[in-house]
């Protein structure tokens, strides 16, 4: 089978990992992929969805997998289906689970699936109002793509009241901040789970939890996240089983029932709050870097997955994982979350820890190839070191070992990945 991944991240890395040590797979080419997916596989530089699905014909490729949630709400999987293609990954319309919070919160509110008291709305009257009904602090949401920076959490009435203000006027979000959620903020610990739809079946992944905060302790600014873990021990097979029953199943047959059945990666954040699972939001594609951490737990081989849930045949699928935890650090840039960095050359040292060679790897993120042939960090999270291990002690230690190999100027990392579970 040949498969191209759309997208350039250390998520669209991984895939590529685990479809490379898939026997069935034999081409793997990445648009565009980055500095390093063209050990893996073939970087294209082509964009335009119509152009890849050209090549897709051309080229004998037998699966597409859609990594970000771009091109997606962008409609790729709708042109791709259109000319008979397999793809997987979710419709456009589907995709609205993501790319608007308002579609999202009253599609949860119509299928009573367990969500944050909110009300959506384009007025600032009635955004006050609301606000002064709930207690301190107060969720403030853009409705649109904010490249996940969209979130307010106002500790104050009038930080609430202020943040409403500046996203309606288009002043903090333009167009994406035009209608707003106003929500009561849920006080829990917070997972990650990832469903594998195929439009009516569902396989449910090793819960993760993200690391959102720059810095130790979960301090400093919001990230698109500085490493994760799973399985995570903060889930117990009651937590799964609602879930399944309150939240994926209702998910699943509600998109059907409105004709837009649900295939891909169902990504729900939930706030796990006093034992009930509470959804914060849904998106529509793997989390980065939970992505990073799940693949190589994965042991079914990965081409089966995806085709099948491409196919709408999941249900012919068993899908295994290893009973084997993953750690990943993410290493980002010098400025980052703030501003981009001029490049750094990035040296690994020769990996001399014996246990490191088969049970700790590098997913390559923001990373570009250099004309001397050499790998730079270009990108704000640059790689992401990933242990695995029989407990999450004994993956922690190895990613962070390798991590110590890892070298490039300015490079940062958290030191306390996977805190909450040891
Ligand atoms: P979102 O983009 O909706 O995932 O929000 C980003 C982050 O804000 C989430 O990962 C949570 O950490 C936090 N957050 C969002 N909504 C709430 C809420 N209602 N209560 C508490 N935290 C929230
Ligand atoms: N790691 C969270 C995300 O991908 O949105």
Request: aromatic share 8%.
């Amino acid at each position: 089978m040949n498969v191209l991944i759309i997208g350039a991240g250390g998520r669209e890395y991984s895939i590529g990992l685990a479809l490379k040590r898939d026997d069935k797979v034999e081409k793997i080419y990445f648009a565009p992929g980055n500095g390093a997916t063209d050990t893996l596989g073939e970087n294209l530089a082509i964009s335009d969805f119509g152009a890849l699905a050209d090549f897709v014909e051309a080229n004998g490729v037998d699966l597409t997998i859609v990594g970000p949630e771009a091109p997606l709400v962008e409609g790729i999987v709708d042109l791709f289906e259109a000319r008979g293609l397999t793809i997987f990954g979710p419709s456009a319309k589907a995709a609205q689970l993501e790319g608007s919070k308002i579609f999202m919160k009253n599609f949860l509110a119509r299928h009573n699936v367990p969500t944050a008291k909110y009300i959506e709305t384009d007025s600032l009257e009635d955004a006050y109002t609301f606000i002064n009904t709930l207690e301190a602090p107060i969720v403030v949401k853009a409705d649109g793509l904010c490249g996940g920076k969209g979130v307010i959490i106002a500790q104050s009435h009038d930080e609430a009241k202020r943040a409403a203000g500046e996203m309606l006027s288009g002043n903090s979000f333009g167009e994406a901040g035009t209608s707003i959620v106003v929500e009561e903020f849920l006080d829990g610990y917070e997972l990650s789970v990832f469903a594998i739809c195929d439009g009516k079946d569902y396989v449910v992944l090793p819960a993760a939890q993200d690391h959102k905060r720059l810095l130790n302790n979960d301090e400093g600014p919001n990230t698109g996240g500085m490493g994760a873990y799973a399985p995570t021990p903060l889930v117990n097979e009651m937590i799964y089983q609602k879930l399944n029953e309150r939240v994926i199943e209702p998910t699943l047959k509600g998109m059907e029932a409105e004709g837009m059945p649900f295939t891909g990666v169902l990504f729900i954040g939930v706030m796990v709050v006093k034992g009930e699972p509470i959804i914060l939001e849904y998106n529509v594609r793997f989390g980065d870097p939970e992505c990073e951490e799940l693949m190589p737990l994965l042991k079914s081989p990965a081409s089966e997955l995806f085709y099948k849930a491409a196919t709408g045949d999941l249900k012919s699928a068993t899908i295994e994982f290893y009973d084997k935890y993953a750690v990943g650090v993410v290493m980002a840039s010098k400025n980052y979350p703030y501003k981009s960095t001029p490049p750094a050359e990035i040296i690994i040292d020769d990996i001399y820890h014996e246990e490191l060679h088969e049970n700790a790897h590098i997913s390559y993120a923001g990373v570009s190839r250099g004309e001397d042939g050499k790998l730079y960090a270009s990108g704000g999270r640059v790689l992401v070191c990933v242990g695995v291990g029989e407990s999450i002690k004994e993956a922690q230690e190895r990613a962070y070992m390798l991590v110590g190999q890892v070298h490039f100027a300015g490079k940062q990392c958290r030191t306390d990945i996977a805190y909450q579970a040891l």
